[in-house]
């Protein structure tokens, strides 16, 4: 395949080239000009970026992690991604009674030896404090007991990377110490700590924080809280859902004067009504209902996840702070896999790498690359 005439992202800069891909093997293999292919796609005013990684996302296409019964329920939410210029996922599971969530880690960990763009398994719970537990269901919720996590780290096979747990817990320092040990990334979450155990968390090894500014213990100037330490420390990662409902568009701006472009993570935290209308839904087992784009907890005014599409997250960064294709390609792709140590094959476009591309036109999705080929 050659992509002709494109503007492609290398590094921080777009350069108008030629890009061959090899289509047997998928790899980026040479860019420069008046290359010549049977198989070509012109792409003049069009520009090329790494595609989308979304390190947070319960799910799509009226399917969750959580309950979805097989994998072909899970495929659906697969396919959603890609469809969304999402070729890097999370798939996340959360807090549910203990042997759901490992049947469920069992499925994905299957699901994984098709579909590489799983790179691993995000775990949000059951290690979570009750006061900012959001919608993460109180009776499942467990002490931080790194045998129980070693347990579903088995069901998973090995694939969660990334977790989130409540660093005010009991035993949190031995706890992130030992998942340190594991290589798994730390995020800090659903918490109410303060700003002195979110900043000994970081030090002990944490590297970051789950969906700032929610189910988080606020901004406070005479009680400096986790939210504040998430914007204070530095070379820490912030996850943002970047909806405009979870964190107004003005805090987000906020967030990045405080982080830069180079501490912030874009993500979905998407439930199974994204890219569904208005309705009941349902996360995992807890009945949610959806008004306006805005999901709920049915019959309360807490605030589950999103129905947001990663693609339209991608352009509200720029909406939101004025910023460029190429700072929201860093927050939605680079950064998730530098915060991972995956970004030698993944969120940047390099020479050698298998090609999994978004290709944008006008402000909006033209086509997607995966794995080498064109899907959308």
Not at 339 to 360: S, W
Request: with cysteine; aromatic share 10%.
């Amino acid at each position: 395949m050659l992509l002709k005439n494109a503007n492609v992202l290398f590094g921080d800069k777009f350069w108008l080239v030629d890009l061959k891909i090899n289509d047997i093997t998928g790899e980026i293999e040479k860019a420069g000009a008046f290359f010549e292919d049977d198989n070509c796609i012109e792409l003049s005013g069009s520009y090329v970026l790494p595609g989308l990684f979304d390190v947070h996302t319960h799910g799509g296409n009226g399917y969750d992690f959580n309950s979805a019964k097989n994998l072909e329920e899970m495929q659906k939410i697969i396919d959603f991604y890609i469809k969304n210029g999402v070729t890097s996922v999370l798939p996340t599971v959360m807090t549910d009674d203990e042997n759901v969530i490992k049947r469920q880690l069992n499925l994905i960990a299957e699901l994984s030896k098709s579909n590489p763009c799983i790179k691993g398994i995000h775990l949000e719970g059951p290690f979570l404090g009750v006061d900012f537990k959001g919608a993460q269901p109180e009776e499942y919720l467990q002490p931080l007991l790194i045998n129980k996590f070693n347990e579903f780290q088995k069901a998973a096979n090995g694939l969660i990377n990334y977790i989130t747990i409540s660093p005010e817990l009991s035993g949190a320092i031995e706890f992130i110490q030992e998942l340190i040990k594991q290589n798994v990334y730390v995020s800090l979450g659903h918490s109410s700590a303060s700003f002195s155990q979110a900043k000994k968390a970081i030090e002990n090894g944490a590297k970051g924080f789950t969906h700032v500014m929610n189910a988080m213990k606020p901004i406070d100037h005479h009680n400096p809280s986790i939210a504040t330490y998430a914007l204070y420390s530095k070379n820490t990662y912030c996850e943002i859902i970047l909806d405009g409902i979870h964190v107004h568009p003005n805090m987000v701006e906020f967030i990045r004067n405080a982080k830069t472009n180079d501490y912030i993570i874009g993500i979905t935290d998407s439930l199974m009504p994204a890219g569904l209308p208005n309705g009941d839904y349902f996360l995992g087992a807890t009945p949610i209902i959806v008004v306006d784009g805005d999901c709920k907890i049915k019959g309360t005014n807490t605030r589950a996840g999103s129905t947001l599409k990663a693609i339209d997250g991608f352009f509200n960064f720029i909406k939101f702070t004025n910023q460029d294709l190429i700072s929201a390609s860093k927050v939605w792709s680079t950064n998730p896999a530098k915060a991972l140590n995956i970004d030698q094959d993944v969120g940047t476009i390099r020479l050698g790498a298998i090609a999994n591309l978004i290709i944008i036109k006008d402000n909006k999705l033209e086509k997607v690359i995966y794995q080498g080929k064109l899907v959308y």
